[in-house]
């Protein structure tokens, strides 16, 4: 069965600072999309990785893809408090038509 | 504009009654998903649909689940009849193609009470 593990699920942090979350998984992808999404609202595609080694930044926002390892990892650069959000890694299975399987969500708390 | 847009984005039902839940998605997209995601809880796959037939469906999407496509560009999820766990935010997702991210409506929060 296919594994799909964010870590941390919950992360408080002050602005300013740096931190990293982490998305493992278990099978063989070469695709794998970050997403952010606000309560109660819908999923905002942030990143779409599609090769090993792929590095994509937008503002303080930066995801990389390491596809022998199987992790992707999402950094925040001096946090705002704007950034607070659930982040969602999601990768792509092809031999399930490419559904995209999901982490459970990283939900990221930046106190001013 | 939005790749996709959703109705209603709040629908409150009785328990055993049927839903439909509509997606449009502007143009040139080929594959269609249906997720839906429990309060609080991770973002889990009903179906996906592509040249008008149902291309993958999870266990979640037993008999009392149908999509269709019925003029090209609505596609609607229909509960037949709802349970109180299928009280959850329903989310469609279309693609362009499979080198793309999939791009979410705004989500439908079904209530069955």
């Known amino acids: 069965e296919l594994k799909v593990e964010q870590n941390p699920l919950f992360l408080s942090m002050q602005e300013g600072k740096n931190y990293t979350i982490y998305c493992n998984y278990s099978?063989?992808?070469?695709?794998l999309y970050w997403y952010r999404q606000d309560p109660g609202k819908s999923l905002e595609s942030l990143f779409v990785?599609?090769?090993n080694g792929a590095v994509k930044q937008e503002g303080r926002l930066m995801a990389s893809l390491d596809t022998k390892a199987r992790l992707s990892t999402l950094h925040i650069t001096a946090a705002v408090h704007d950034l607070s959000a659930t982040y969602f890694c999601?990768?792509?299975?092809?031999?399930?038509?490419?559904?995209?399987?999901w982490g459970a969500g990283t939900k990221l708390i930046i106190k001013p | 504009e939005p790749e996709v847009t959703q109705t209603p984005s709040h629908q409150v039902t009785q328990m055993g009654q049927e839903v439909i839940l509509r997606c449009v998605p502007i143009?040139?997209?080929?594959?269609f998903y249906w997720y839906r995601q429990i309060l609080g809880q991770k973002v889990e796959f009903l179906v996906s649909f592509y040249n008008n037939e149902i291309s993958e469906k999870s266990e979640i999407f037993d008999d009392q689940f149908s999509v269709e496509r019925p003029d090209g560009s609505n596609f609607t999820l229909k509960i037949r009849s709802t349970k109180l766990e299928d009280s959850a935010m329903y989310f469609c997702g279309v693609r362009r193609n499979l080198n793309t991210e999939a791009f979410f409506g705004q989500g439908t929060r079904l209530t069955v009470v």
């Open positions: 990785l599609l090769s």
């Open positions: 099978t063989t992808s070469d695709r």
């Open positions: 999601a990768v792509d299975i092809r031999s399930s038509n490419y559904q995209l399987i």
């Open positions: 143009s040139n997209h080929l594959y």
